[in-house]
């Protein structure tokens, strides 16, 4: 069965440095673009960033780039989002989300219960 596993969220402070994993199972990993997605109370989901399935090719949303840095070890099954210079708007839940398309079209989608993220003083 396909699964989906978030770690590494918890409590930090502004300014510190947080970084989660996605343990993937189920599917052929290294097949799948992997992307991870975040949601604040009362607000839309939000994509954070995308990785390529060869780990090629990453893109960030803008208020995430330079801070934020995805990475994956397909030998491994994990995707990573690696954290730094944390705001308090960074506060939220945090999904791993696996992805495969062709032409264009979605072919396959599926998700990770999520991880919270809490950056407070």
């Known amino acids: 069965q396909v699964q989906l596993v978030e770690s590494g969220g918890g409590l930090v402070q502004p300014g510190g440095s947080l970084r989660l994993s996605c343990a993937a199972s189920g599917f052929i990993f290294s097949s799948y673009a992997m992307r991870w997605y975040r949601q604040a109370p009362g607000k839309e989901r939000e994509l954070v960033a995308t990785?390529?399935?060869?780990?090629?090719?990453?893109n960030y949303a803008d208020s995430m780039k330079g801070r934020f840095t995805i990475s994956r070890d397909n030998a491994k099954n994990t995707v990573y989002l690696q954290m730094n210079s944390l705001k308090p708007e960074d506060t939220a839940v945090y999904y791993c989300?696996?992805?495969?398309?062709?032409?264009?079209?979605?072919?396959?989608?599926?998700w990770g219960q999520g991880t919270q993220v809490t950056v407070s003083s």
């Open positions: 989300n696996a992805r495969l398309s062709s032409f264009g079209s979605r072919v396959a989608d599926y």
């Open positions: 990785i390529a399935s060869t780990g090629g090719s990453t």
